[in-house]
């Protein structure tokens, strides 16, 4: 018996104004495809459509297309939540693009002539801008619509791309900030990695060009009060890297960094130290000084736009505060869909981004095929051979643990050893995701310089308990033989502890691809994963 051929399409039509914007989201079960019929560019997050190529975008994204001029664009199904609007923020993007783009090209003028400026401006570097704004303003859209009009703009410009939200969406896992170089624009196919995806030992994937990507591991998805030390620290060492690559790579320099933020960034008492109630937007400070930030967009929120404008160490460094409106189509995350997100990220990572589905193969054609062909690894480990750490005061023993009076004096960035033998709500490892870090023999102390827990007696005049329960204390905590600082090193990939055998002292980890792991160091967080897919 012979299949019934499939049933011809309907054509479905979405035909444009100039200067309006069709905006969809995407639910679990639909996914479509659209194609530019009409001769005019047409773009999504300022990435030019290929003309008449069907252009696939998986389920659960929302976003807008864009027509400057009159267009018509032929989608396989109409979502159910989709609408055109006439208001859109492109106009004021392209403006602060165009002012981007004069300071790259003079910066570019200046680092690759030798010959005298003759009266031109002498800029000696690429604008270095950061976005800011509370939850679900747009920023990520915003960073991703300036770096792919610059990266489509013909002048040959490798962007840096800040990812200073390690919430959602970030371009690795959540849990970390990152660095990243893109030197074509940005595609738009589905929600996992808007920043584009960094290289993997998996088979790269035609939806999402491999970027080139750098991260740190803050193991959390948000600074707060608790972690702002290992922060601080994080964003130190980007900065660092940053600085290194513009030393080594003029065309960087002259490209310029465009930094997406947290929407912590927003709080003013954030990162503060207690002993300083005048500082306030300190996350702020930092990340400009460390990145040498000369303008921040605020996303709509005037307060913010006025109390930042009026933040003396911004007004000292000259750095620009401009604000920028709010687009009409950004659509609120609530909790459950970010949940979604970060386990869509975090599936991506080690399986690949998700097959295009069936009903789209016809169309597409050969894009298809490379998708599915990922290799995910599963295999175990010994407690012994893995050696997994935390970072930072958080996970220290507890000060109540203290004698009264007593406090202790630790680096805010030590390392503790987490010993898988312990109670299973205190060691807290199943599920977890592990960041590996790179070990050289270096890094490695002789037990007799390892650092040794200090405390302080307060004077309270009861020495001799002090010093006995400090010595318990010692006996308990077990000393990592490492140099502290590889705790906030750059990330060579991440693991995910999927189960853990007590009886054979084995860990099973899930990598993303076969062999030997780069490092048996990981540094686990509180992101936690489990496959529901
Ligand atoms: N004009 C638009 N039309 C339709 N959807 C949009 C538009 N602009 C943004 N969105 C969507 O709104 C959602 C929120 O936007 P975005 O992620 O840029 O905000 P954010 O401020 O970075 O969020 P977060 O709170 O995670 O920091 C995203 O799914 C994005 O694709």
């Not at 960034?265 to 207690?274: D, I, Q, S």
Request: proline letters at 9%.
């Amino acid at each position: 018996m012979s299949e019934e051929p499939p049933a011809p399409r309907e054509q479905i039509i979405v035909d444009l104004e100039p200067g309006s914007e069709w905006r969809f989201e995407l639910e679990a079960d639909e996914n479509i495809a659209l194609r530019v019929l009409s001769p005019d560019p047409v773009f999504i997050n300022s990435e030019e459509l290929p003309p008449a190529t069907w252009y696939p975008i998986h389920r659960y994204t929302k976003g807008a297309l864009y027509a400057p001029t009159q267009a018509r664009v032929e989608v396989t199904s109409l979502p159910a939540s989709q609408y055109i609007s006439t208001s859109t923020i492109h106009p004021q993007l392209l403006n602060v693009h165009l002012a981007l783009e004069r300071n790259r090209i003079l910066a570019k003028r200046q680092l690759f002539s030798s010959g005298p400026s003759n009266g031109v401006e002498r800029v000696e570097r690429g604008p270095r801008v950061m976005i800011m704004g509370p939850p679900s303003s747009g920023k990520t859209t915003v960073v991703k619509n300036l770096v792919n009009l610059a990266l489509s703009s013909g002048m040959g410009w490798t962007v840096g791309v800040g990812g200073l939200d390690p919430s959602s969406p970030s371009n690795l896992i959540p849990g970390t900030i990152s660095l990243s170089t893109p030197s074509h624009p940005l595609p738009t196919h589905h929600l996992a990695h808007p920043f584009g995806s960094p290289p993997t030992s998996t088979p790269s994937n035609t939806l999402s060009a491999d970027i080139p990507t750098v991260g740190w591991w803050l193991g959390g998805l948000e600074p707060t009060n608790r972690n702002a030390e290992v922060w601080k620290v994080l964003i130190e060492r980007m900065g660092e890297d940053w600085k290194k690559r513009c030393e080594r790579d003029k065309m960087a320099l002259a490209s310029g960094l465009t930094v997406d933020t947290s929407s912590a960034f927003t709080n003013p008492l954030l990162g503060t130290k207690k002993d300083d109630p005048k500082a306030r937007y300190t996350l702020v400070s930092q990340a400009v000084e460390a990145f040498e930030i000369d303008t921040i967009l605020v996303i709509g929120h005037e307060k913010l736009h006025i109390d930042l404008s009026r933040l003396p160490t911004l007004q000292q460094r000259g750095t620009n505060v401009i604000r920028i409106p709010k687009s009409g189509g950004v659509v609120d995350i609530d909790d459950t869909q970010r949940e979604l997100i970060h386990s869509f990220q975090i599936r991506s990572y080690f399986y690949g981004e998700p097959p295009l589905p069936k009903e789209l193969a016809g169309l597409l054609g050969k894009m298809v095929s490379v998708d599915g062909n990922l290799n995910p690894y599963s295999f175990q480990i010994g407690w012994e051979t893995l050696v997994v750490l935390r970072v930072g005061e958080e996970n220290s023993a507890p000060s109540s643990a203290l004698p009264l009076g007593s406090s202790r004096i630790l680096s805010p960035t030590r390392l503790t050893r987490v010993d898988p033998s312990g109670p299973a709500h205190v060691v807290r490892l199943l599920n977890t995701v592990l960041a590996i870090v790179d070990i050289k023999p270096e890094d490695r102390i002789k037990p007799e310089t390892s650092p040794k827990v200090e405390e302080v007696k307060a004077e309270t005049g009861e020495g001799e308990e002090v010093k006995e329960e400090q010595q318990e204390e010692e006996e308990d905590m077990e000393e990592v033989p490492f140099k502290e600082e590889i705790g906030t090193r750059e990330v060579l990939g991440f693991i995910v502890i999927t189960a853990i055998d007590t009886l054979k002292k084995k860990y099973t980890v899930l990598s993303p691809s076969p062999g030997k792991l780069p490092s048996t160091v990981a540094i686990a967080g509180s992101i936690e994963w489990v496959d529901s897919a």
